[in-house]
């Protein structure tokens, strides 16, 4: 069996990541999903558009379980993830790029302000 070189390397960078950073990829992760997920409707491949519009569904859920309610700031993001995730249903069952733009632009506000997040944290 062949080892793939950048598939070892993803997952030492996964085990390795700190919580923020894994934070990070999962914002990343949902950011692409939703861009294949346009590709694919404007193809009109449904069945792939309704997959990669589930696993961003799936990473909006995991980040709201995650949420720390300690801190007040979660309430505002448990707000901001519940529309995230209403528009990606939305947006997957018209398949409606539109939607799904409005969502995916959120998403990347949402890991912009992670990143700036992370910046002020090492300071």
């Known amino acids: 069996m062949a080892v793939n070189p950048a598939s070892v390397y993803n997952d030492n960078k996964i085990l390795t990541a700190t919580p923020a950073e894994l934070t990070l990829m999962l914002y990343e992760g949902a950011i692409k999903f939703c861009n294949i997920a346009l590709m694919a409707i404007e193809k009109n491949d449904f069945e792939k558009a309704n997959e990669n519009i589930i696993k961003a569904e799936n990473i909006i859920t995991e980040l709201r379980a995650t ?14 993830y519940d529309y995230i995730y209403r528009r990606l249903v939305e947006a997957n069952i018209k398949k409606d790029k539109d939607i799904l733009e409005e ?21």
């Open 67 to 80: 949420l720390d309610f300690s801190y007040p700031v979660a309430n505002q993001f448990e707000t901001v």
């Open 103 to 123: 969502a995916l632009k959120y998403i990347r506000e949402m890991r912009d302000t992670w990143k700036e997040v992370m910046k002020r944290a090492k300071n």
